[in-house]
């Protein structure tokens, strides 16, 4: 139960990374825009930091090799699958027009927040340490992500209180696919492992498809430096919580 307790805690705080992301948009627009990329940096670097330093070398110990890599290719190609179909995209701007579709963006981030509950429950699984680095690794991604899925329902129609009750609402899509990863782990046996290099694929995806080629849009030189130095940071805390628990 204390497992059960520890995954509920977890994905709760994740789920309240909405409201982190309204205390963002309280900024004026230019500031918002100015500090945006720099968001996106640090969660590039941490999910990358967490899939290299984190899932991997725990899926490592529990699978052969040739499997490890199958998983990890499955789940990157089930990611852009996934995006393809439900037009699910990781805007981080307010107004973003391939986002018109707000419904379609909720269908898809309600997706998204369930796999991470069970990504979650898996980690935490495994180790507790493991669990609180991803975590971490997919708050740091949540913020910059609920900024632009805040930004899509106001530009999809939504008022500004309707926008935000229905983001938390998805958001705690997370709760319930933790809950459900706690559970699937008793029904199958172990399934627990082979959700590490599934998920690792995912972080990869959404890092190497989503993240870094916005940053790479950053022409100017000064905030390129700054952005690249913010996407180490990332790993570096990712690399630090590997001693978590320790």
């Known amino acids: 139960m204390a497992i059960l307790l520890a995954i509920i805690l977890a994905t709760f705080s994740i789920s309240l990374c909405v409201w982190a992301a309204v205390l963002f948009l309280c900024f004026k627009k230019e500031t918002l825009d100015k500090i945006t990329i720099f ?5 590039a ?12 070398p725990e899926a490592a110990e529990e699978i052969p090799a040739d499997k490890l890599y199958l998983i990890v290719l499955g789940a990157f190609v089930f990611f852009f699958f996934m995006e393809k179909l439900l037009f699910w995209r990781h805007c981080h701007k307010e107004n973003c027009a391939i986002h018109t579709f707000g419904y379609m963006n909720l269908i898809g981030d309600s997706v998204h927040n369930f796999i991470d509950g069970m990504v979650i429950a898996a980690a935490f699984l495994v180790n507790p340490g493991l669990g609180a680095a991803t975590t971490l690794a997919i708050a740091l991604h949540e913020i910059p992500q609920e900024i632009g899925d805040f930004g899509v329902l106001i530009h999809a129609g939504f008022g500004r209180i309707k926008a935000l009750a229905t983001n938390y609402a998805i958001a705690l899509m997370v709760v319930a696919g933790g809950v459900a990863g706690y559970v699937l782990s008793f029904a199958v046996e172990n399934i627990i492992p082979y959700l590490l290099p599934f998920a690792a694929g995912g972080f990869i995806y959404i890092a190497a498809s989503d ?31 590997k001693f978590i628990g320790e």
């Open 39 to 43: 968001l996106v940096s640090l969660s």
């Open 45 to 56: 670097g941490a999910l990358t930091g967490g899939a290299f330093l984190h899932l991997l």
């Open 211 to 241: 993240l870094m080629p916005e940053i790479r849009k950053e022409r100017v030189l000064k905030k390129s430096v700054g952005a690249f130095l913010v996407f180490l940071t990332g790993i570096a805390i990712m690399f630090a919580a």
